[in-house]
């Protein structure tokens, strides 16, 4: 049972263009959601964050909406750059009062040069 | 830069053999997490730690995997007897939480290969 679901395995897109990335749950009990990059070979770093009570966090470059009526989030980089180029994971907390999250199964982001 | 510290970075071993995985988690931290990538399901989580406390491990094979911390700089997943389908990348991520934005720290993981 996928609770966190990124329907997308990849997505390519030409430097300086928007690039979209999508996610949607199925838990109502998700209270954050949050964003990771991944390159090869590494672990996943923290990118932004949202808290269910809010629809959109920015930080530089970086963009999340959440639609908490069609349990859907998305992550907006303007302008992408060639470095942008990783897997990115979606996951949310539960909010049960421990810190379970749950991730998806990632996007890989081309972006073209 | 404070980091979370995974050994062994990767490690083949046969079938039936037992495996342990080591994570030294950033000093300070009170939470610690387990994920398994694999390509299929992506970043599953196994188990977690609060205060060197369990808090959730339904995500492992109960017979098989089982994961400690003995003390509040190691924290340890092992696998006895390992499978061919064990074979994954590991990572372990440590975090301090009390409030938002909940985001933490991941290992650079153990690629694990059970031949």
């Known amino acids: 049972d996928q609770q966190v679901k990124q329907n997308s395995p990849s997505l390519s897109v030409q430097e300086g263009r928007i690039s979209i990335l999508n996610c949607d749950y199925t838990n109502s009990m998700f209270d954050y959601f949050l964003w990771y990059k991944k390159y090869p070979a590494e672990g996943p770093t923290f990118l932004i964050s949202i808290s269910s009570i809010k629809d959109k966090n920015e930080d530089g470059r970086f963009t999340v909406f959440l639609n908490k009526s069609a349990k859907h989030l998305s992550l907006h980089i303007v302008p992408s750059q060639p470095g942008d180029s990783a897997v990115y994971f979606c996951?949310?907390?539960?909010?049960?009062?421990?810190?379970?999250?749950?991730f998806g199964a990632g996007t890989r982001l081309f972006v073209k040069a | 830069d404070a980091r979370v510290t995974q050994t062994p970075r990767h490690k083949v071993t046969e079938m039936g053999q037992e495996v342990t995985m080591r994570c030294q988690p950033i000093?300070?931290?009170?939470?610690v997490f387990w994920y398994r990538q694999t390509m299929m399901q992506g970043l599953e989580l196994l188990a977690y730690f609060r205060n060197r406390a369990p808090l959730d491990d339904s995500g492992m094979p109960k017979d098989r995997f089982s994961a400690e911390m003995p003390d509040a700089t190691l924290a340890t997943l092992k696998i006895q007897p390992s499978e061919p389908r064990d074979s994954a990348v590991y990572f372990c991520?440590?975090?301090?939480?009390?409030?938002?934005?909940?985001?933490?720290?991941f290992g650079s993981g153990t690629r694990l290969t059970v031949v």
């Open positions: 000093l300070g931290h009170n939470t």
């Open positions: 991520a440590s975090g301090f939480f009390r409030d938002g934005p909940y985001g933490y720290t």
């Open positions: 996951a949310a907390k539960v909010n049960t009062g421990g810190f379970k999250t749950i």
